[in-house]
């Protein structure tokens, strides 16, 4: 059983704030402060001070991707040749420049050690980001994908008690 370790410098509040900013980064502050039961200037403050901590780490809009054209979703179970910190370095560099790329996990636990989430146009465009992209880096031995049918459950949200 897993448990839920929040620092005890977060109240009520701050995690109300997080809650809130999670499903909704654009609210507006007096909004929020409505909401959480403060006034605008201490819920401004702590909102400042949660960002300033870095437990905020930032602000994004989500994209319906396959409305830009992305209609194929895929994870990719990525082998490594040899496991070195200059390996895995020169890896994770080459995948962070590729857009199509929307997640890189270092995993354990599979014949994998990595795990991508890409997203592609077609099945082309995808041959085409294996084979010569992805496959070409030094230390890729092999590789392994899925593709997804339909996403289930797709909240970024992290829990806040």
Do not use: W
Not at 23 to 34: P, V, W, Y
Not at 113 to 125: A, F, T
């Amino acid at each position: 059983m897993t448990t839920l370790h929040i620092s005890p410098a977060l109240d009520r509040y701050d995690r109300h704030i997080l809650d809130i900013l999670q499903r909704d980064g654009r609210i507006s502050n007096q909004e929020l402060a409505e909401r959480i039961g403060l006034s605008p200037s201490p819920c401004l403050r702590r909102v400042r001070a949660l960002e300033e901590s870095g437990l905020i780490m930032g602000y994004r809009a989500v994209v319906d991707s396959k409305r830009l054209g992305y209609s194929l979703m895929a994870l990719l179970h990525i082998s490594m040749d040899r496991h070195t910190p200059e390996r895995f370095a020169n890896f994770e560099k080459n995948v962070a420049a590729l857009p199509q790329v929307l997640e890189c996990l270092l995993i354990t636990g599979q014949e994998a050690d990595y795990q991508l989430k890409v997203v592609v146009r077609d099945m082309d465009d995808y041959q085409d980001l294996l084979l010569n992209r992805i496959t070409r880096i030094e230390g890729v031995s092999g590789a392994h994908s899925s593709f997804v049918l339909r996403r289930v459950i797709d909240n970024p949200a992290v829990p806040v008690g």
